[in-house]
Nanobody, 121 residues
């Protein structure tokens, strides 16, 4: 019913930047909120940033001032601009839709397939 497709991961040097994109497809009326999580090897998945349909944002303390989440409601797409990247940002980044209203009803907790971000010199 709802699919999330991420793109934009890759290898970047410390201090560099990357922009992740997550496009939601399906017969979607709305998604609220959408967010980015990450999971590093041997660690639990953690919230990086989220954004509500009204534009309210929330960030993990570790990325405040470096990452910016934004969205295009018309395209059902959310972005994560990551600046001043650090080696500890290395992880698989997952897009998440908490609550999606579709033509077939409500869908909860949809995850993308993940995109790998590696920060290394």
């Amino acid at each position: 019913q709802v699919q999330l497709v991420e793109s934009g991961g890759g290898l970047v040097q410390p201090g560099g930047s990357l922009r992740l994109s997550c496009a939601a497809s399906g017969s979607i009326f709305s998604i609220n909120p959408m967010g980015w999580y990450r999971q590093a090897p041997g660690k639990e998945r953690e919230l990086v940033a989220s954004i509500t349909s009204g534009g309210t944002t929330n960030y993990a303390d570790s990325v405040k001032g470096r990452f910016t989440i934004s969205k295009d409601n018309a395209k059902n797409t959310v972005y994560l601009q990551m600046n001043k990247l650090k080696p500890e940002d290395t992880a698989v980044y997952y897009c998440n839709a908490k609550h999606a209203v579709t033509t077939k009803g409500v869908v909860l907790e949809v995850w993308g397939q993940g995109t790998l971000v590696t920060v290394s010199s």
